[in-house]
């Protein structure tokens, strides 16, 4: 049984919506190609002009945009105070030897080390709360240190006293 139409019997199973498959044959696809180039070479210009030409859609457009603002919105302006414009510069007016700005963080780590030199400066004058401290310590620790010392030397005195009138 030759045929030129197979069809085939899915028990239970049916195609995509009850659809057939949809070919597109090899000039439809090189037309869309061709299509799709020149859109692409033109930046989507000529679409846009085919568009503005022969349609009533870009006019009702147009008149929604035009449309009367109603209640406080045709009073007011409303813009995001947050939103910031992004302002192309030219070459020309951009300075090369001006100063860099510093961000917050960099300006505050400029600062903080600053401030630790400063206080270093003050603290190696003796000048600081801390410092006045810390030399209170160690005249403390050096008088216990001389005490110590005259004591031991007191006792090697004493010591060699006692050695040398067991020896006569």
């Not at 813009?79 to 510069?89: A, F, G, M």
């Not at 003050?122 to 810390?134: F, I, M, N, S, V």
């Amino acid at each position: 049984m030759p045929c030129s139409h197979l069809s085939f019997v899915f028990l239970g199973k049916k195609g995509h919506k009850g659809r057939g498959k949809q070919f597109s044959n090899p000039e439809e696809i090189d037309r869309q190609m061709k299509a799709q180039r020149e859109l692409e070479a033109n930046g989507g210009v000529e679409k846009e002009e085919e568009k503005s030409s022969g349609s009533d859609d870009s006019s009702s457009e147009e008149e929604d945009v035009n449309k009367k603002k109603s209640g406080v919105e045709g009073l007011i302006e409303i813009e995001n105070p947050n939103r910031i414009s992004q302002k192309s510069k030219k070459v020309t007016e951009l300075d090369v030897n001006a100063p860099k700005e510093l961000s917050r963080r960099e300006r505050e780590e400029i600062e903080k080390q600053k401030a630790k030199e400063r206080y270093m400066k003050l603290h190696l004058e003796g000048k600081t709360d801390q410092a006045r401290a810390d030399l209170a310590r160690l005249a403390i620790i050096k008088k216990q240190r001389e005490d110590a010392q005259k004591k031991r030397d007191g006792l090697k005195k004493e010591k060699e006293a006692e050695d040398s009138k067991s020896k006569r």
